[in-house]
């Protein structure tokens, strides 16, 4: 992730000491940093790490109204004038410093990890490869009880079909046909128990992510705190206090953009009134992205400032897909057989063969990469037999549609004669 970008800039002024003025700019945001750009001269004045922070107050004064303030390192910083507000961009600010300081024990990690083998690397990487197929093993058993409840409520209206073709039978049979009262009595029996296996599947719903954002609705300029849950059935957003603001089904959204990695819009179009908007901003929704790339793939529009995040993720998950496997077995080979040479096998990756060349991972990370390939592969193995299944079930549900379809035209036909 390109740790420059920009998240967001709001015009407004700051407090230069040396000169005891105030001056004209722009105070940015990125991932890690906060800077302030002069208009007129365009000089940085402020770029310090969010890290860096210890305090982020709104204050005010005789001589200074409406300031926002920021603690780094024993300098206090001013900020004034700021639009569209101060509770907004204070708002935004104390959110992603928050989360970059429940992050630091992870950035320590990471800064040790470039110290670390490459076993605990290739780790790392399988790890994050099993978390996003079990993401994607939780959409797919979703869509799998869906499909599953159509076919119950196709069977039940194949059953109703059933009783209205005796109905039928009985009114077209003659009136000294001794048979005709019994033709339809029998087949009620079974149907009260339909409803019960339906009723919950929301209760057994599972939460794949939740993360808190910075929510705007339509386009208010006011923001507050909450946070975003994405179910595989569509997604939720709540307030600080849980308490759902709005919740949209996947047939309800529209279209999903993406304006920046941390950035989205979700929307759903009314036809003579104002749509539903929500604007979600937060230092997660890296995060939360490719699960909803997952689940909308159709609806989701990347502008112009995400489009470096896309190629970003994607190219690294081409490799990581075509070589990781690989690359981990080759390692765990170099372990189970150390006197012969991991890099012997033709058609092996330059990156691969060097890594073998200069690391090596030791017995306790090998025996965690088989672990952890041993997973992969039963998640991939029931992954694929869950879409064979869904393949059969989508089958059975078109001749379904197709088979009722014919008999209530039939019984039409036969209604007709009789009227």
């Not at 004045?45 to 922070?53: E, K, P, R």
């Not at 089958?395 to 014919?406: H, K, Q, W, Y």
Request: net charge neutral.
């Amino acid at each position: 992730m390109n740790k420059d970008i920009r998240i967001h800039s709001w015009p407004g002024s700051y407090y230069l000491d040396t000169s005891k003025q105030w001056v004209s700019g722009r105070l940015s945001l990125t991932p890690v940093a906060i800077r302030f750009t002069a208009d007129k001269t365009g000089e940085l004045l402020v770029d310090f790490h969010l890290s860096g922070i210890s305090e982020i107050k709104k204050e005010s004064s005789n001589l200074i109204f409406s300031s926002l303030t920021i603690l780094e390192k024993n300098t206090k910083h001013w900020f004034s004038s700021l639009q569209p507000s101060r509770n907004v961009v204070f708002n935004i600010l104390e959110h992603f410093w928050r989360e970059q300081l429940l992050s630091s024990e992870a950035a320590g990690a990471e800064a040790a990890a470039l110290q670390s083998t490459k076993g605990k690397e290739l780790t790392g990487l399988l790890t994050g490869s099993q978390k996003r197929l079990e993401d994607t093993a939780k959409v797919l058993h979703y869509q799998g009880e869906q499909f599953d409840n159509i076919m119950r409520g196709l069977n039940k209206i194949e059953g109703d079909m059933d009783v209205a073709d005796r109905l039928l039978t009985e009114l077209e049979s003659p009136s000294w046909w001794p048979f005709s009262s019994k033709l339809w009595k029998a087949p009620l029996e079974s149907k009260p128990k339909e409803t019960a296996t339906v009723s919950d599947s929301k209760n057994q719903e599972g939460i794949i992510i939740r993360i808190p954002v910075i929510i705007t609705h339509r386009t208010d300029s006011n923001v507050k705190p909450g946070k975003l849950t994405l179910f595989a059935s569509g997604l939720e957003i709540s307030d600080c206090n849980s308490q759902v603001i709005h919740r949209f089904e996947s047939k309800d959204v529209d279209d999903i953009r993406v304006h920046t990695p941390y950035e989205i819009s979700v929307r759903q179009r009314f036809i003579g009134k104002p749509d539903t908007s929500y604007r979600l901003l937060s230092a997660k929704m890296p995060e939360a992205i490719p699960i909803l790339e997952m689940q909308f793939s159709k609806k989701m529009q990347f502008l112009e400032d995400a489009l470096g995040f896309v190629g970003a993720r994607k190219s690294p998950q081409v490799d990581l897909g075509t070589s990781i496997w690989q690359a981990a077995t080759g390692l765990l080979g170099g372990v189970a057989q150390p006197s012969s040479p991991v890099g012997g096998r033709e058609g092996m990756d330059k990156d691969q063969a060097q890594l073998q060349k200069h690391e090596k991972i030791s017995q306790e990370e090998a025996k965690e990469l088989k672990q952890i390939l041993k997973k992969l592969k039963g998640l991939a193995l029931e992954t694929e037999a869950e879409l064979e299944r869904q393949d059969e079930a989508l089958d059975s549900i078109t001749t379904s549609v197709d088979r009722a379809t014919l008999n209530i035209d039939k019984q039409n036909r036969r209604m007709k004669k009789l009227t």
